[in-house]
């Protein structure tokens, strides 16, 4: 028994592409036309130094370092040398931003010339309320007689992580007078 085969011939095929290429056409100065209009801000932030000025120039008189140590429940404001300043209680909505800002501009009265600043963040703070307190140190509204003018504060801003409990702590306790002593 034999099969007949049938021999199909299949003619080729063009795909017609017309359609994916109108497509195209339409969507690329759309994409492009809309990505002009989203931008990012970057903000230049600097990093502290390793107290390297500090040691290269040990007659130098000691300088202003503000920090500002942010908690979940409380905004500190603190120079690296002499230790805390003004606390600030931070809940979220009834934060008072007045006496926040109130008190860098008088530490701004006070040293004219310094702009930079510390942010050391608690690792239990969210990302929105650090963009806050950026916002709050670089300047402040201040009112005069007549009008609401804007201050510049402290435009360059370093960022690090916060003291945990443990460590301030260990610092403490490394300063006790019974470390010091000779045996």
Do not use: C
């Not at 339409?26 to 492009?32: G, Q, S, T």
């Not at 600030?88 to 006070?110: H, M, Q, S």
């Not at 509204?141 to 370093?158: A, G």
């Not at 443990?166 to 610092?171: H, L, M, T």
Request: no cysteine; net charge negative.
């Amino acid at each position: 028994m034999k099969f007949a085969r049938k021999k199909h011939l299949q003619e080729t095929v063009e795909l017609n592409i017309t359609a994916f290429m109108n497509l195209m056409v339409i969507l690329v100065p759309f994409l492009l036309i809309t990505a002009v209009f989203s931008r990012m801000t970057v903000l230049e932030l600097n990093l502290p130094a390793l107290d390297a000025a500090q040691k290269e120039n040990p007659d130098q008189e000691i300088k202003l370092q503000l920090q500002v140590v942010v908690q979940a429940d409380q905004l500190t404001i603190q120079d690296g040398n002499l230790g805390v300043l003004k606390q600030v209680p931070f809940t979220g909505e009834t934060t008072d931003w007045n006496l926040f800002a109130d008190v860098l501009i008088e530490i701004k009265r006070r040293f004219p010339d310094e702009k930079g600043i510390a942010l050391l963040l608690d690792s239990n703070v969210p990302y929105k309320v650090m963009i806050q307190v950026m916002d709050r140190v670089k300047s402040a509204d201040v009112v005069n007689i007549t009008s609401l003018q804007t201050v510049e504060l402290f435009p360059n801003i370093s960022i690090g992580d916060a003291p945990t409990l443990s460590d301030v702590n260990a610092a403490n306790s490394s300063d006790s007078p019974a470390d010091k002593a000779v045996p």
